[in-house]
């Protein structure tokens, strides 16, 4: 079971029979198959020679900012490749913000990380996202649409210049209605920065825990939104790859 990576000791893979453990550690054993490794929170998913699907916590920045260097999902999984005998570089295909939670793919050279991102932008990759928001959305689904530019203090808006910002597409469908909150799957057509955040804001009803884009309750305790499906061909084989996740445990009871 050690050998074939069912055991986690605190988030880890353990492979040593003779590792200690205290009072308080979390031991987890795989029935049939080896479990995923855990690195600061985040799960992989997928990894091959190529390429490497993660499943990142909310709270956990994806790449650096000017104020934080070391506490990114990059950094983490940088030094997770780089340990023996793996040695291998890490490149960034796409981002999710910090609080916001689900699955990234990142590639291991920069000839995949190219052909990666040559399907984001003909928007040959399927994204779809859970979003827990306020009021009660009416229409069954619809799309919203608009060219999305950045302001002075680095928020994100519409705005109708067509010099101006990048066009951005996304589609919602409702999954459930609430008394005071909606439940929706988003697909994006488009990933520009915060684009669902700011869709849905200017839509009236913003995600629930995103004080940033107008949303005044926060019921989950985080911002409610949760990229669950990514699929796209895999770079190398060609082969079609899909990947999905279980709701988060703060998003259970409203997704039903």
């Known amino acids: 079971m050690l050998a074939q990576g ?91 913000d910090k609080f916001v939670s689900g699955l990234l793919v990142f590639a291991k050279s920069e000839s995949i990380q190219s052909r990666l991102q040559a399907q984001f932008r003909k928007h040959d990759i399927q994204r779809r996202y859970w979003a827990v928001v306020e009021g009660r959305v009416t229409r069954d689904g619809g799309t919203v649409r608009s060219r999305l530019a950045q302001d002075r203090s680095m928020r994100m808006h519409s705005t109708k210049d067509e010099g101006e910002g990048k066009e ?50 926060d019921p989950l305790g985080r911002i409610g939104l949760h990229a669950f499906c990514l699929g796209f061909v895999h770079p190398r084989s060609g082969a079609p790859m899909l990947f999905r996740t279980e709701p988060p445990p703060q998003f259970r009871r409203y997704l039903g």
Do not use: W
Not at 14 to 26: F, T
Not at 37 to 66: N, Q, S, W
Not at 170 to 176: D, F, G, S
């Open 6 to 96: 069912r055991v986690r000791l605190n988030g880890e893979i353990c492979k040593r029979a003779g590792q200690r453990s205290s009072a308080g550690d979390v031991l987890e054993v795989g029935d049939r198959a080896a479990l995923p490794p855990r690195i600061h929170g985040a799960e992989i998913v997928f990894e091959d020679d190529d390429l490497v699907v993660v499943h990142k916590p909310a709270g956990l920045l994806t790449v650096a900012t000017l104020h934080e260097h070391e506490h990114t999902l990059y950094s983490y999984l940088s030094e997770h490749l780089r340990r023996p005998p793996g040695n291998q570089k890490l490149f960034v295909v796409h981002r999710l």
């Open 168 to 217: 951005a597409i996304t589609h919602y469908r409702v999954l459930r209605r609430l008394p005071t909150l909606t439940c929706l799957e988003i697909t994006l057509e488009t990933g520009r920065k915060n684009q669902i955040r700011v869709h849905l804001s200017e839509m009236g009803h913003p995600i629930v825990g995103d004080r940033a884009y107008g949303c005044t309750t």
